[in-house]
């Protein structure tokens, strides 16, 4: 089944029970304490939180969503995307746990005949919160589900807050098993590869106090209005419906490894290091059409950074891979043309989204030309003294004066056996964040003497003045 068509009966099958089909919000949050939207509740949350009276009870969505978190485990497990489509289910003071775990197993087990998607009831596992009883006693006794396939999480995986005061309550998960070629058994709880989390049902019942975060909080009684927030992954079901690997693989990411894979001569399945590298150029090519798509342009802080960042990485990739020339243009153009059937609009603003993306890439290339024979130098020096580690102040001199992404510098002197000093790195860095306060303060004006830049520019030739972008606040 393509993912256009699990998106369709998605919203058909709860379309068909009541819920407002609600599109897909920007990426770009309209939230103060979110960059970018990472769950398909976030639009929903000013009802969950009571703050505005929704105007349905039940809702539908397929959500674009980023998790720049999960940036590492790209390509590495077969389940995580930065960019990924969480289909969701919502309820506000409607039904509850029996209602949100009846559609769902519904959905999940009916045939395809009859509009759901026709998983083996036998593969499904379910996890529940330490105490939820009442969850457990559901998927038993109303569902069929043996208490063998039932398992117990803490905290950590099976209870939801917000991380503020306000709703919280316990998840009950749905795993795949995808069976021993993916390793032991023993269900979820000890094995999250074979048994791969495919939907998160979460039930709002408490109110939570302010305590520590995330984890450590007081419960102070029961929400007024119970509420339904669900996620399922959307990838993460094709991969199991297309009989794949892993999310990668599935319709929409594999074109794009196919392309890279005709830009680059290497084939997929080659080599374990060129498929991970293959695999996060398909992820993080998608992840940035999506997020220029969004309004997203490169810049060097907050959402600009991360879309920087992840396109950059996806650059080196295609490199590592042994990409002669530019690779952008044609790797955007296969995303637009496979995402550009769900999101019509990636179509209609191709160009402006390749203007940007190659922009990025021109960028990047002069930044890389510049800084990486002066890393080849201080890595070559850093061995001759005796040393495996890179001084901060180089990796520093590498990012201030040739924009060179400080990540790079770490990766690229790890694959040449030697660290950096990252602590003398994120001094120098601080002193130089100072240094630009008091300047501003000190010239009480919103302009930057750009003449040391220029001597750059001078220097190195064409440089596109990355550095000089690169300097403005960069975190990292
Ligand atoms: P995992 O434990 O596998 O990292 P999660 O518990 O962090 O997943 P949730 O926050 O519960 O995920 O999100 C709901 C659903 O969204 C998950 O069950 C999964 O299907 C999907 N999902 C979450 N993160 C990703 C990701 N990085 N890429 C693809 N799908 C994801
Ligand atoms: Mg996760
Ligand atoms: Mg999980
Ligand atoms: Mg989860």
Redesign the pocket.
Known sequence: MESAEIRRRWLRFFEERGHTVVPSASLIADDPTLLLVP?GMVPFKPYFLGEVKPPFKRATSVQK?V?TP?IE?VGKTT????F?Q?CGNFSFGDYFKEGAIRYAWDMLTSSVEDGGYGLEPDKLWITVYLDDDEAETIWREKIGVPAERIQRLGKK?NFWSMGVPGPCGP?S?INYDRGPEFGAEGGPAVN?ERY?????LVFMQYERGAGDGKEDFPILGDLPAQNIDT???L??LAMILQGVQN?YETDTLRVVIDKATELTGVQYGAAHGSDVSLRVVADHMRTSVMLIGDGVTPGNEGRGYVLRRIMRRAIRNMRLLGAPGPVVGELVDTVISTMGRQYPELETDRKRIETVALGEEASFNQTLKAGTAILETAVGDTRSAGSTVLSGDKAFQLHDTYGFPFDLTLEMAAEQGVSVDEDGFRRLMKEQRDRAKADARAKKTGHTDVTAYREVADRSGTTDFTGYASTLGEAS
């Open positions: 769950a969503c998790r999960d485990e389940r995580h995307g930065t990924f969480m995986d998840c998960e999250d791969v989390e495919i939907w998160n996620g399922l992954g990838e993460r999310m």
